[in-house]
Structures are given as structure tokens and as C-alpha cells.
């Protein structure tokens, strides 16, 4: 059963399969510009909201189900074509704008006597991708 997606990367739970993510995590912060006063505090002035990052870990495991080298191949071809996704989680679309992979990082864990690799986890940091001014629809 599907949990939520990215793009076409789509998450799921079954009997045969465990392809999801763990310890999803969204800061959200907004920016301020700091003016020097002469003798007193600074002053603050909102500036506006910066964009959103999403973190989560992934684990790809043979024994949860799935080729851990062919699903970091569909992670990987995502970040490298820097295409703006949606991201689900069930029927909700989590943010205002798309998401693309800022950046990630993968550790073998579990690798055999012939090279075959069983289980890899990966870190992934998604960015908030606002394609124009006043476009909340992206």
C-alpha cells in the first residue's frame, strides 16, 4: 500500500515490501535582517520566509524486499535531474511549492563476498523549490 510519494518515487508498506522512510523532520524559518544601532541592541526587520528544508533517513534493505542498488539508481536519477517533485504523504501534499533533492548521503552497511550489497542507508535532504515570485502553485 502507498504511504506518500516523491515524484515518482513512491513509498510503500505490503506484505512483500517495506520501501518508506523514518525520522522525517521540516524546519521552517523566516528571514531577518539585522541593523547595527550605535550604543544599543540591534534591530530586527522580517524580511520574509526562507525556504523550507526537508531531512529523512532511508533504509534499503534486500531483506525488507527491495534492491537496495536499483532504488538508490531512482534516488540518485532524481537529484541529478534537479526536478521539482511533489511531495505525499497519503493524500497530502505537504508544503505550498515542489521539493527537489538538495543533497543526500548513502552508507553500505551490509555487502557480501561478492559484492553484492544487501542493505544501504541514506540520508536525504529535500529543498523548497519556489519557481517564481508569488507562485504558491508550483
Same mark, same amino acid.
Given at each position: 500500500m502507498a504511504i506518500g510519494s516523491l515524484g515518482d518515487i513512491v513509498f510503500e508498506v505490503s506484505s512483500?515490501?517495506? !520501501? =518508506?522512510f523514518d525520522d522525517l523532520k521540516r524546519d521552517v524559518k523566516m528571514r531577518y535582517a539585522k541593523h547595527e544601532v550605535i550604543g544599543n541592541k540591534p534591530i530586527l526587520?522580517?524580511? *520574509?520566509p526562507d525556504l523550507s528544508e526537508i531531512k529523512f533517513k532511508m533504509l534499503l534493505s534486500a531483506? $525488507? *524486499?527491495? @534492491?537496495? $542498488?536499483?532504488?538508490?539508481? +531512482?534516488?540518485? =536519477? +532524481? !537529484?541529478?535531474?534537479g526536478n521539482a517533485m511533489v511531495l505525499m504523504? *497519503? @493524500?497530502?501534499v505537504v508544503g505550498n511549492y515542489k521539493w527537489v533533492i538538495g543533497d543526500f548521503s548513502e552508507s553500505y552497511s551490509e555487502i557480501d563476498n561478492k559484492g553484492i550489497v544487501w542493505k544501504l542507508e541514506v540520508d536525504i535532504t529535500l529543498q523548497e523549490y519556489v519557481e517564481q515570485l508569488g507562485d504558491s502553485t508550483s
Amino acid at each position: 500500500m502507498a504511504i506518500g510519494s516523491l515524484g515518482d518515487i513512491v513509498f510503500e508498506v505490503s506484505s512483500d515490501k517495506v !520501501f =518508506t522512510f523514518d525520522d522525517l523532520k521540516r524546519d521552517v524559518k523566516m528571514r531577518y535582517a539585522k541593523h547595527e544601532v550605535i550604543g544599543n541592541k540591534p534591530i530586527l526587520e522580517l524580511v *520574509g520566509p526562507d525556504l523550507s528544508e526537508i531531512k529523512f533517513k532511508m533504509l534499503l534493505s534486500a531483506s $525488507l *524486499g527491495i @534492491n537496495p $542498488l536499483k532504488e538508490m539508481d +531512482a534516488i540518485y =536519477t +532524481a !537529484f541529478q535531474s534537479g526536478n521539482a517533485m511533489v511531495l505525499m504523504l *497519503g @493524500n497530502y501534499v505537504v508544503g505550498n511549492y515542489k521539493w527537489v533533492i538538495g543533497d543526500f548521503s548513502e552508507s553500505y552497511s551490509e555487502i557480501d563476498n561478492k559484492g553484492i550489497v544487501w542493505k544501504l542507508e541514506v540520508d536525504i535532504t529535500l529543498q523548497e523549490y519556489v519557481e517564481q515570485l508569488g507562485d504558491s502553485t508550483s
